[in-house]
């Protein structure tokens, strides 16, 4: 099971992104190390927030994405900002060949480096592996495997160690909390989350388990005193960037 990309989602996702700023403070972190690039390739791009923040600084990006819904709502988002330098493309990665461009990002995608490997192919100077510094262990119910563990950085390191590879590892905690325009927006929130996970196991939220999750998130809610999102999930995201160096 992957990320879902819905019309929920999606909203709360760009919500979080511009309320928090993490978009913007993720690709001023990862900008100077990519100075001399201008071609950019996505891989798993999602909305592709970061690319947008990092399109005024590059020729063009290509942000490839299987999810239709994510691609729909990042081909808007290009019309928006009028970043035409940035391509929106739905595909399954696996299956493209001969991409070559200066940079590969690749945030948050993919659960193995294996990953790594087939996308270093693609770039010709720097590959960006944007990580959890911890990641969450996996989702699992009644040991169904429903989302594998992500990639964390404590793999990665490891796997471009081996390799040989020259690399930098920048070290943040970037914010990405989740504002909501009301309680009911919160609640909504997290059955989404839950009843999505547990009807992936055929047990859409049987035993009450957003109830028991939307309790405790409540109790971690802020009062921002903002009329349109008076209320926050905050959430300080520790991140782990890769910069490999390919030239
Ligand atoms: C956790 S999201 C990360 C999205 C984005 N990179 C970000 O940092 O916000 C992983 C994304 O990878 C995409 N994805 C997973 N497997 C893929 C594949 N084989 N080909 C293309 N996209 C894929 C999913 O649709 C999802 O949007």
Redesign the pocket.
């Known amino acids: 099971m ?2 879902i ?1 819905n019309e929920k989602t999606i909203d709360w ?1 760009k919500t979080a992104s511009a309320y928090t700023g993490f ?1 913007s403070n993720l690709a001023s972190l990862v900008r100077p190390y990519i100075e001399d690039c201008s071609t950019i390739c ?9 690319d947008l923040e990092l399109a005024g600084y590059v020729r063009d990006i290509i942000c ?4 239709e819904t ?1 691609i729909g709502a990042l081909n808007e988002f290009i019309r928006a900002r009028g970043a035409y330098n940035v391509v929106a493309r739905a ?5 493209l060949t001969g991409e070559r461009r200066d940079a590969v ?6 659960s193995s480096v294996e990953a790594i490997s087939r996308f270093m192919s693609f770039c010709e100077k720097k590959m960006v592996l ?1 990580v959890h510094e911890k990641p969450m262990p996996a989702k699992r119910v009644n040991a169904v495997s429903l989302r594998p563990k ?1 990639l964390g950085a404590a793999e990665v390191h490891g796997f471009l160690t081996d390799r040989g590879l020259t690399f930098q590892k920048l070290n943040a905690v970037i914010e990405f909390g989740q504002p909501f325009k009301s309680l009911e927006d919160a609640k909504d929130f997290i059955l989404v989350y839950a009843s999505s996970t547990s009807e992936a196991a055929g047990a859409r939220d049987a035993d009450g388990r957003g109830e028991r999750l939307y309790n405790d998130m409540a109790k971690l809610l802020v009062e921002t005193g903002m009329p349109n999102y008076p209320l926050y999930l905050p959430k300080p995201k520790e991140v782990a960037v890769f910069i490999v160096d390919r030239m």
Do not use: R, Y
């Open positions: 992957d990320f990309w996702f978009h996505d891989i798993g791009c999602g909305l592709g927030l970061i490839i994405d299987q999810n994510a595909a399954d990665v696996n299956t990002i690749m945030s948050f995608f993919g944007i992500p």
